[in-house]
């Protein structure tokens, strides 16, 4: 069985600056993550691999060069093989351009199942997964917080999807797209101290639209169907502060102000 | 001597109720906060001592010292545990911890003379309250204030956040009274000064447990005037600009209790509510009020002076309130050390280098250049930055401090993520010729540099070990550099 892994690298949003002055997003030296939920994805499917029910794990994903780092360390973990799509002319491509360009290298990588992260933290539109399969043609399932790993080998994917109501289990045929929720456990594989010296080449490719042929007009902003407006950052305000002292008043205020927001009831 | 013959023979020495080979206490005090992650993850890989043994007396310990001095059993002398270089980690099979619990006593309290005596298991807290409630102060305060106690203290020769104006352990410490390995006990005396040789309080000040242990120290006291307390703070364009007007408050003479200076990054963790993305500047003045007034004079007039630098005052509330709560309790480093058993991260590591006035700041574009662009594991980093915290007339420290995301196996924390970045800051420092070691102690595992920090002087301090620990019992590898423990430091 090959899995495929659609892994994003996001900017890391709890240590977003901004420039207040400006009012611009300062993008040097963001750090970059593994999206939470992709991160379940690729656990599980490196999960599957060690209890012998995958043969391998591809990861794939689309973004700067500056992911490589984080790449190279899915490769300390256990992943097989790992695919940068990195091109210029992809710069403000919206998910639609998004889900095309992941699946034309799709399309001709050969898979069995693609695992994906039904959300991811900086869009969260959840919409690649859903759309890369409509383009291949395949079965896809979002929020998947179980899959019966049994099932695999019967060539189907019984999965467990969680609402507020409900519980509900399904059963895909693959090959499928299969959107895990983000979920504490299982945790990707640490990186042994002896995996940093490994040598990793041949094991990690990056390839451009050249090797893709996708049409200039239909990538980048030129082929998206949503144009990003306007950026609006939530916050930022000099708070007002105000001091109490550890008193019956000052007790009395925080717990007027808890309420009022309500933290308390 | 066996494990089993040594057991009997402190027992004997102390009775059962000093010694301690609770599995679970062993394990604790087998390393400090040095392995705090791979401690968390019970992971560790180094040997338990064989027991904690609490003497009551300078004579119980003199009794030990000389046992473990015959037998070649290795001492590793405890305080409040919150040593955080690798100082209580054991790399021997057969080690005694000798704890100062019970040297918990204030011995005196001299109002007139201006000092204070106390055993060396005394926590620096319960001096201080005792102090304040009669006006006074001791003056230090690390951040550990609340759990360190004088015997580290002294070991360390730890400074504390008001020492611009109180200065560090070493210039608070009278006299003392320390224990060398083959039981000889020595007591300086407390006299306000002396020119009878080289002054020998250094011996004992500063020797992290690996020359003599102390038992009972003697410090001066202050006058305290909190009413008179007084708080700046600035935003200001860069770190060199902060940097400037420290220096430029310390050569005017003034001695606020507390200058500091913050990079960005170090300011962005520490003053969420008001940094907007900038470097921190900021002061304490305490004292007698004819003092504290000049002194907000003179910091007045430094900022004035680099004022283009200075982008806008922040308001001393602000800063008042940040200081109040800067200390940790037990309860904090108790509630990161459960964090860590669970979670991939923890509250991070600091390296505290220092450098004249010149140096400081090539340092530390130096330092972040290099791990910025050296360190493999540098997309992982979550916190690179730093701040100078202690100035002097002629330099400052440099406290950097850095965290990261941990992707490795807990075991592997050091090597993969603290090593490669103190190793970057160790070797810009020896390199410009600053110090590596402002105010941790070297610990365990800069013991490599011990060497190089000293120089062609590194001959006295061999010396000193070769003459009061000629069998070498006295805390294994701290300080000096131990080739059969190397294969726990790489
Ligand atoms: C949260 C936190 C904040 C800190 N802040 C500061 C700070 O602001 N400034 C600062 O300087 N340090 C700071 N430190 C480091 C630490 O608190 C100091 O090094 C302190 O002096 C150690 O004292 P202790 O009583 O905890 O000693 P321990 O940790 O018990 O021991 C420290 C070292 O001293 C030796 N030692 C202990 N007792 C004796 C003795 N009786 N005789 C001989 N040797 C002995 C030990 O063998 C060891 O090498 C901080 C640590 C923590 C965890």
Redesign the pocket.
Known sequence: MRIVCLAKLVPDVDNFQYDHERSALIRENVRLLLNPADATAVAIALKLKADSRAGSVHTVTLGPRSAMPHLEDLLRRGVDRATLISDPAYAGSDTHVTSHILAAFLSRCGFDVIFAGTHTLDGGTGHVGPQVAEILGIPHMAGISHMDPESLSEGRAQVRVESEEASYTFALQLPAVLGFAYAPEPKLPFIRYEALKRDLSGRVEVIDNQALGLAPEQVGVLGSLTRVRKIHVKGFRSPNTRFVRPDDEGIERVYRFLREKGFVR | MDKDLLLKEVRALLGDAQVNTDPEALYDASA??YKKYAKARRVLDVPPPAAIVYPRSTEEVARLLSFCNEHGINV?????????EG??ENWKELTLVID?LHLDKILKIDEYNMQATVQ?GVPLQKLEDALRERGYTTGHS???KP???F???V??R????FSTLYGGIEDMVVGLECVFPNGQICRIKNVPRRSGGPDIRHIAIG???SL???TEVTVKIYRYFPENNRFYGYLTKDLATGIQVLREVMVNGYRPSVARAYSEEDARQHFYHFHKGKCVLLFMAEGNRHIVDATCKGIEEAVAKFKDGILEQVSSELIENWFNHLN?SQQD?DDEFEGMKEKDSHDGFTTEVSADWETIPKLYDNVIRRIRSEFPRAHDLTLLGGHSSHSYINGTNMYFVYNYEINCAPEDEMRVYHHPIQRIIVEETLKLGGSMCH???IGKYRNEWTQQEHGSAYFMLKKLKEAFDPNGIM?FG?IFYQEEGAKFQK
Do not use: F
């Open positions: 400090d906060r590793i002398p405890r305080a409040g545990k919150t040593s955080t100082g209580l100062a060396a690390p951040q550990s759990v360190a106690k015997g580290g203290l070991a360390t730890s400074i504390g956040q020797n992290e447990g003599c242990y102390i940790w480093i105010h941790h102690g805390n701290a």
